[in-house]
């Protein structure tokens, strides 16, 4: 999982330096439009949808693995 | 009515939290040097910063591309800076936007995306709720393109750069002032 999110960073923002402690905001100055972004690119590869209100709890490399997890969403 | 100061700093800038109090000392037309320790800055549950040694004055930050912005006034204020960058407008539009902006957009080739994500992250920054599972439930365009005024508050596009949108939302504002920051 954590591999893809790495690669649906770095086609979406151009980021590479991405491990599972990585803040969204704190360590790669995302904005809201690049989150945005990464959701619907993470839709598109897991064929599923992430309710909005969801999205900005999500703060962490580590939150979206868990997220991930615990909705069944497997790679 | 509200006089709007944005502070704007490139590249080379310091962090974000020293942008804003430094911003917060000229705002107040103070000596940046003890800015810190004059201006602590807290953020609401939402993330919107605030003083709480000054509440009279208001303030949004905005980054994006190169640029940090920085809007203060003494009536409280939301402000939202996008680049235009490649992305998946049409799936963001139908994903987030509202059913009204969606339409509007895919009538006109999305060529006006980045005004109405503008305008509705300045809206929501207003309100210091941030995009959560509101951002889709009001509209900031009508058949006619993209409205001056949702819900009493008025949206004003701001030039700033090339390949940029800039956009101020507040009560009512007298004036808009762009500033660089120091």
């Known amino acids: 999982m954590l591999e893809i999110i790495q690669k649906i960073i770095f086609e979406v923002t151009g ?39 969801d999205v900005w709890k999500l703060h962490q490399v580590r939150d979206v693995i868990e997220y991930a997890r615990q909705r069944g969403i497997e790679e | 009515m509200a006089a709007v100061t944005i502070y704007w700093y490139g590249p080379e800038r310091p962090a974000s939290r020293r942008c804003l109090v430094r911003c917060a000392a000229l705002f107040a037309g103070e000596p940046l040097a003890g800015a810190e320790e004059r201006w602590p800055v807290q953020e609401s549950e939402k993330g919107k910063p605030f003083f709480p040694l000054s509440p009279e004055t208001h303030c949004s930050v905005t980054h994006s591309g190169d640029y940090w912005l920085g809007a203060f006034s003494s009536e409280p204020i939301g402000i939202d800076l996008q680049i235009h960058k490649p992305g998946r407008l049409a799936a963001l539009s139908r994903r987030f936007f509202h059913p009204e902006e969606d339409r509007y957009l895919q009538a006109f080739g999305f060529s006006d995306f980045y005004r109405v994500w503008a305008a ?57 002032q762009l500033v660089p920051g120091k």
């Open chain 1, 15 to 53: 980021k590479n330096e991405v491990t599972i402690d990585t803040d969204f905001v704190r360590d790669l100055e995302l904005n809201s439009f690049d989150v945005m972004n990464i959701v619907c690119a993470f839709e598109d590869y897991f064929d599923t949808t992430i309710p909005t209100r």
């Open chain 2, 120 to 176: 509705k992250e300045s809206f929501v920054k207003f309100s210091g709720e941030g995009i959560s599972g509101n951002f889709g439930r009001f509209s900031v365009a009508g058949p006619q393109g993209i409205l001056s005024r949702v819900d009493g508050l008025q949206l004003r596009f701001v030039p700033f750069r090339c390949d940029y949108t800039l956009c101020v939302c507040t009560k009512e504002i007298s004036s808009v």
